[in-house]
């Protein structure tokens, strides 16, 4: 079983907020990766990382920031959440980069979000 | 660049039915080729995966075959259950790309008793 958490699992929160949705891996993975999921399932690259002090943007446009100070842990901040950040958001960790051949993704259980 | 194209869903089938959920996929190079599943409520977890040509991947009753002749990997079970109610997600990886899981949009499927 993977061990990757996110944290918290659902989080209800008021338009204007700040936001910090958390995940860590004890695997000891270089490259994380964060992924939103829309209501139609699909799956957009927002962030990743190749490492400590590592960070780029991926596909989809995203206004969350991202930082890696520690191995272990890649959070997602929201500086004032809005209803069209509502949405799954699904973290990631690989020990090689996704672009070589036979490198698996592990995923955490997702925080689902809700900006009212 | 890379892209894959599986079937369109919803997907919904009796218990003991056969399950096929076609996968085609685009990309340069060797990718290896994935499938990912999504129960309600929850995170994605590896079903199965290939790394080369010819490759076959199984898990819980699943099986996929890379064919490269026909850039397809089709995920299949002989006799779903209940418990495969879930959204499948067909991926790859490498085949040019430097930084990313390149998935299909997911198909949902749904097993009735």
């Known amino acids: 079983e993977a061990d990757i958490y996110q944290t918290p699992r659902y989080l209800v929160i008021g338009t204007g907020k700040k936001i910090t949705l958390e995940c860590s891996q004890t695997?000891?993975?270089?490259?994380m990766y964060w992924y939103q999921q829309d209501p139609g399932m699909e799956l957009h690259l927002i962030h990743y990382?190749?490492?400590?002090?590592s960070t780029e943007k991926g596909d989809l446009s995203s206004e969350s920031t991202v930082s890696r100070i520690r191995t272990e842990h890649f959070p997602l901040t929201l500086e004032s959440a809005r209803p069209s950040h509502t949405s799954q958001y699904l973290c990631?960790?690989?020990?090689w980069g996704l672009g070589r051949s036979n490198t698996e993704a592990f995923f955490g259980q997702g925080t689902r979000l809700t900006v009212v | 660049g890379n892209s894959v194209t599986q079937m369109e869903g919803p997907v919904t089938l009796s218990e003991e039915a056969f399950l096929t959920i076609n996968c085609t996929y685009t990309?340069?190079?060797?990718?290896?080729l994935f499938w990912y599943v999504q129960y309600p409520g929850e995170g994605l977890q590896l079903l199965l995966k290939?790394?080369?040509?010819?490759d076959k991947g199984s898990n819980k009753g699943f099986e996929a075959t890379y064919r490269k002749e026909t850039t397809s990997f089709h995920l299949e079970k002989g006799s779903v259950q209940v418990s495969d109610s879930a959204v499948y997600f067909c991926?790859?990886?490498?085949?040019?790309?430097?930084?990313?899981?390149?998935f299909g949009k997911g198909t949902l499927l749904t097993v009735n008793p």
């Open positions: 990631a960790s690989s020990e």
């Open positions: 990309a340069t190079g060797y990718p290896s």
């Open positions: 290939a790394t080369k040509a010819d």
């Open positions: 991926a790859l990886s490498g085949g040019g790309s430097n930084y990313k899981l390149t």
């Open positions: 695997m000891g993975h270089d490259k």
């Open positions: 990382s190749y490492g400590v002090n």
